[in-house]
């Protein structure tokens, strides 16, 4: 099947220059405006690759004590019908955990250091349903909470800020009080610190405690839990599960909370964040892209004889526009080729590739001691992929309009008169 002459000669404009002194220069700046093109465009990729990674690593370790979706009663005291709430949340497929909990907030002293926490009753045999107990605490941690010791699990956080460690006692002072001939007295119950746990986020490891849900009841004075967490198969339809809940569920009295509105501010500075990579490293490739007008206005103004000889022979100007329009997009698919094998490579073997560096410079990118993690994360995505490669390809194909037009209109008689 033969191509049509546009496509030839595009082609062959693209490569010029290899054999021939008299266009290296113009090959060579085309060969830059391709080399800048894929960089941009693995930039691009390896950026925002990375930023998701981040991202999904701080939502799993805030997953590791977040439930997914939360169920309370709108007035915060103990559910009614606790079991027939669970089966009925069961009952819907995403659903694939769920566990009673009371929520509450205390001040926990130790001598006279003093701080607030929030403590959440659970059950021990349940909990694992929907919390990564394991990845958050060494095993049999959480099954030291019997009921009746009074027992208690602290983030480790805040077992170091008050000082304490497994064995010693605390004392939690419940809000409200106990009214007595000499006033309201405030409730004290001492509990012993069997654990600590530490899920990688500072928010819950310097403000959570854990204790059983039955010895919470008593001391908060409720008639059981207040709250049911569940877990997901997908913790991205938590939101649509959420909305479902809320018309299959029996009864009014219900709030439900997905894990996006608990944390709506942190996820939508990120998205602005990532938003903002993505604009600004964009122009990298629209600095790039546009290089291909100086490229391509070089090429018509040396090729000027070539043109006014097609014109003669019966070329209309479409067709002599087609021919650098196919010669720009050309250095603009090859460009976003490589730059998408680049980043990809680069994104999918980030964990091999930083260690080596680290080696080589003897430096660390990531301090463990400073960072939550001390890997880099990288989690390549479709969705960001695919709008990179298409911008790339308009943008170039935006550069190749103005030289192309401006071929089409060389005047025949004038390209040849010195000749």
Known sequence: MRLPYELQLGWRYTRAGRATRRNGFISFISGVSMLGI???????????????????????????????????????????????????ARKNPEVIGAAPFINTQALIARGEDMKGAI????????????????????????????????????????????FVQPGDKITLVAPGGQVTPAGVVPRLKQFTVVGTFDSGHYEYDSALAMVHEQDAAKVFRLEGPTGIRLK?????EAREVADQLAVSLPGPEFLIRDWTRQNKTWFAAVQVEKRMMFIILTLIVAVAAFNLVSTLVMTVTDKRADIAILRTLGSSPRSIMGIFVVQGAMVGVIGTVAGLLLGLGIAYNIDVIVPFLEQLFHASFLPKDIYLISKMPSDPQQSDIMPIAIISLILAFLATLYPSWRASRVNPAEALRYE
């Open 119 to 162: 403590v959440r009753g659970i059950d021990p045999k349940l909990e694992p349903e929907v919390t990564d107990t394991s990845g958050i605490a060494s095993k049999g941690t959480f099954d030291k909470l019997v009921p009746g010791e009074f027992g208690i699990v602290l983030g480790i956080e805040l077992a170091r800020s008050l």
């Open 232 to 236: 997901l198969k997908d913790l991205n």
């Open 38 to 88: 894929a960089l941009g465009v693995a930039a691009l990729i390896i950026v925002l690759s990375v930023m998701n990674g981040f991202q999904k690593e701080v939502r799993d370790r805030m997953l590791g004590v977040v439930s997914h979706i939360e169920i309370f009663s709108r007035d915060g005291q103990a559910l009614q019908s606790l079991d027939d709430i669970m089966a009925a």
